[in-house]
């Protein structure tokens, strides 16, 4: 009965290929988010939807592309990995475009 | 954007001390939300604060607000092993976006 779920939980796979994370939630929340969690545990947004609606874009390369399906999921795609895109990323819901978040189990994306 | 600032970086006490990390920023906020991440996990929501001078207590943490609402505090009275961790401290900017603190590392000598 996991709230929020990511898969894969790890990801290894090399320069240039495209690869997809996919996040869902059971919460009912409205708003889901992707963040991005350096080698220095540094923590940065990088998109969010409210109701299938992108609501935040940060400034983050077009080879990252989410998309929305319904409000349960929101899975990022990754074209054309690059060694900087190593990094733990976490998806996140909240009920509505406030309070607290609810973090998934995150994925750990290595670039060889 | 707005950031905030969190001191200090990393902390390591022996079990039974006390630990404090701070969050400063330059403008007025909202509000402010605090997170614990564990070694190998996801951030978990602690507590919000949302008014000035605001205290709030979970059995051994204690959360302060600034009374000009630029400065929030976390404590941890009598550390055990199991409050190691990453804490964090955020900001909600607009939609709901959360402007995360640099962190404070905790650990925890038995």
């Known amino acids: 009965d996991t709230a929020v779920s990511q898969t894969p939980k790890y990801l290894v796979t090399q320069m240039g290929n495209d690869k997809s994370i996919k996040c869902e939630q059971n919460l009912g929340h409205d708003t889901m988010y992707w963040y991005k969690q350096d080698s220095k545990k540094f923590l940065k947004i990088m998109f969010s939807y409210n109701n299938k609606e992108l609501i935040i874009n940060e400034t983050v390369p077009n080879r990252f592309s989410p998309k929305s399906p319904d409000k349960a999921h929101l899975n990022l795609h990754i074209n054309s990995l690059e060694l900087g895109d190593s990094a733990v990323y976490f998806c996140a819901s909240s009920q509505h475009t406030k309070g607290e978040q609810f973090f998934g189990p995150g994925t750990r994306l290595t670039v060889l | 954007g707005q950031q905030v600032m969190q001191i200090p970086q990393y902390q390591h006490v022996q079990e039974g001390e006390d630990f404090t990390t701070y969050c400063n920023s330059s403008?007025?906020?909202?509000?402010i939300q605090w997170y614990k991440q564990r070694p190998g996990g996801h951030p978990v929501f602690l507590i919000q604060?949302?008014?000035?001078?605001e205290v709030k207590k979970q059995k051994r943490l204690t959360f302060q607000f600034g009374e000009a609402k630029k400065n929030s505090s976390l404590h941890i009275t009598a550390t055990q092993t199991t409050d190691v961790g990453t804490y964090f401290c955020?900001?909600?900017?607009?939609?709901?976006?959360?402007?995360f603190g640099a962190g404070t590392i905790l650990r925890v000598k038995s």
């Open positions: 955020a900001q909600t900017e607009y939609g709901n976006k959360l402007v």
């Open positions: 604060l949302v008014k000035s001078g």
């Open positions: 403008t007025t906020l909202s509000n």
